[in-house]
């Protein structure tokens, strides 16, 4: 991105989506889909089916939509979370819920310079916004899409969305600890549940927990009492098959909405992508969805980490 910035060129979406997973592999594998199998009505064919797998194979699904930063003139912020007057956030939502994984945005961010006047949340912020670290790895981010409803407080701030983004490569690493939020007022968690959101976890299971966590955020600040029927997502690969049925002020359960993706190993499609090495064999996947063109299939290698 720094680099077609000086160049001139104004970086795209599914350009930084090709570089990155070219440049992110071994542990990182894109299979991409030709463009026969790619479709759809409103989708902009820059959507990944990305699959974090795990020791056991522990796997998360998330459905992850890029998004670039764009400045106004004056430098207003943009994120376009409304694009298409929200028939794309929308159709990211169905596509995810037919796939049964967690709708994510990754926010391309540019170079920390073209990010200029909002800064990441380091107290004491260089001035050179090149010198911050955490602004350099905030520069490819994940952020949960249920967040961004067309309309909603969050979707019309973008520093905000920013600003609770967690980096994509924090997400992958080890020795990064991400702070927990350990505040669930009023709802009924399962034992299980309890276990998962109070402790450090690793591998796919940290990237789902940090993704709730998010939500949390937000949602700790709305008022308004959590409902307490649970939801049942009923089939045994799903790792918590019942979550709490707290919503935000719009929209659907959150829990389930990323939790869904969690497995207790990863589906049939995945194995068969990784036994033949062969986009085509998810192809009717891609063709099952008519309101959204996938790109592909991403493959995190997290086992031994
Ligand atoms: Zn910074």
């Given at each position: ?6 160049a ?20 990182v ?11 759809g ?49 929308a ?18 961010t540019g ?19 090149m ?8 520069t490819?981010?994940?952020?949960p899409a ?11 701030d ?24 350990p ?9 299980d ?8 976890q ?19 600040g709305?008022?308004?009492?959590a ?6 997502v ?72």
């Amino acid at each position: 991105m720094l680099e077609a910035e000086h160049a001139g060129f104004a970086w795209g979406e599914e350009t930084v989506t090709e570089l990155l997973l070219v440049a992110a592999g071994p542990e990182v594998r894109a299979f991409p889909f030709n463009k026969r199998q790619e479709g759809g009505k409103n989708g902009s064919g820059a959507d990944w089916l990305w699959w974090w797998i795990g020791d056991e194979g522990v796997s998360f699904g998330t459905l992850i939509q890029a998004k670039r930063l764009k400045k106004e003139p004056g430098g207003r912020w943009d994120l376009d979370f409304d694009y298409n007057g929200g028939k794309q956030w929308a159709s990211l939502m169905s596509a995810a819920r037919a796939l049964q994984v967690a709708p994510t945005y990754a926010l391309y961010t540019g170079s920390p310079r073209y990010r200029h006047p909002v800064a990441c949340t380091k107290p004491h912020h260089p001035e050179d916004f090149m010198l911050c670290d955490q602004c350099i790895r905030k520069t490819v981010s994940l952020l949960p899409a249920l967040l961004l409803a067309p309309g909603s407080a969050l979707g019309s701030d973008p520093a905000w969305a920013y600003e609770l983004a967690a980096p994509l490569e924090d997400l992958v690493d080890p020795h990064r600890h991400v702070a927990a939020m350990p505040f669930y007022p009023y709802l009924e968690l399962s034992p299980d549940l309890v276990r998962f959101l109070f402790s450090a976890q690793t591998g796919p299971k940290r990237v789902a927990k940090e993704l709730v966590e998010q939500i949390r955020r937000v949602r700790a600040g709305q008022f308004g009492l959590a409902t307490a029927d649970p939801v049942e997502v009923s089939s045994e690969d799903y790792t918590f098959p019942t979550l709490p049925d707290d919503r935000l002020h719009v929209g659907e359960p959150y829990f389930p909405n990323i939790l869904r993706g969690l497995r207790n190993s990863p589906p049939g499609y995945v194995l068969e992508l990784l036994a033949n090495d062969d986009p085509e064999t998810v192809s009717e996947l891609a063709l099952g969805l008519d309101d959204v063109s996938l790109a592909g299939v991403v493959i995190v290698n997290q086992r031994g980490r």
